[in-house]
């Protein structure tokens, strides 16, 4: 039982590439989100699903974009990298009350 | 604007003694309330919560205090351990989908 995984662990990018970041959790549940933790603003929401095919903007869902084409999977994409996407990202899965975290993604956007 | 505020950015406490953490937070309609706990290079892991019907939730050593009229929740860790050092988020929901996080407290327990 892996619980959340996350894939890479750290990526280093230039302005304007694209990447896509891939959470996976292994505990059947239906809520999964993702998070961006910068110094001084906690974590703050992305976005976030609540079963499969179905997505929902967060807090911060600008640049971002996201899918959930499997139960156990959410990928969240970023078309055009830009400085201010530099984070390290966090995702997490529920069944409707606790959050279970990722040891998460370091993003360098140059 | 930030809901869910962690006022203290770090806090140190000699080892045995209590580590007291506070979180405050504007809206009304929050009912849940969790404490995470985050090592470097880790994501969070889920420490204690407690509903709004309650005013006190105990684990261990890890006791959970709101006070709804304040807007106030705070963590009570006892005796404190060096193995405690560690970033604590608090964060609330309103019984929707979404939860919002403080921005953390770095505790450091002195041995």
């Known amino acids: 039982n892996a619980g959340v995984t996350q894939t890479p662990k750290f990526r280093v990018l230039k302005t304007g590439q694209s990447m896509t970041l891939l959470c996976a959790q292994d505990m059947n549940h239906e809520y999964m989100y993702w998070y961006r933790q910068d110094p001084g603003m906690g974590l703050r929401l992305i976005h976030y699903s609540v079963g499969e095919g179905t997505t929902a903007k967060g807090e911060v869902p600008d640049g971002y974009n996201v899918s959930r084409l499997k139960k156990q999977n959410f990928l969240l994409g970023l078309e055009s990298a830009a400085p201010s996407q530099t984070s390290v990202y966090f995702c997490a899965s529920s069944s409707g009350g606790t959050q279970y975290f990722g040891p998460g993604t370091r993003l360098l956007v140059l | 604007d930030q809901q869910v505020k962690q006022n203290s950015p770090s806090l140190s406490v000699q080892e045995g003694r209590i580590s007291i953490l506070n979180c405050d937070y504007t809206?009304?309609?929050?009912?849940?309330f969790l404490w995470y706990k985050k090592y470097p290079a880790e994501g969070p892991t889920f420490l204690i919560s407690?509903?709004?019907?309650?005013d006190k939730n105990e684990d261990g050593r890890f006791t959970v205090f709101l006070n709804k009229s304040a807007k106030h929740l705070s963590l009570h860790i006892v005796p404190s351990q060096p193995g405690d050092s560690a970033v604590y988020f608090c964060a609330a929901s309103d019984g929707g989908n979404q939860f919002y996080f403080g921005t953390g407290t770095s505790l450091t327990v002195i041995p």
């Open positions: 809206n009304s309609m929050f009912d849940y």
């Open positions: 407690i509903s709004s019907i309650k």
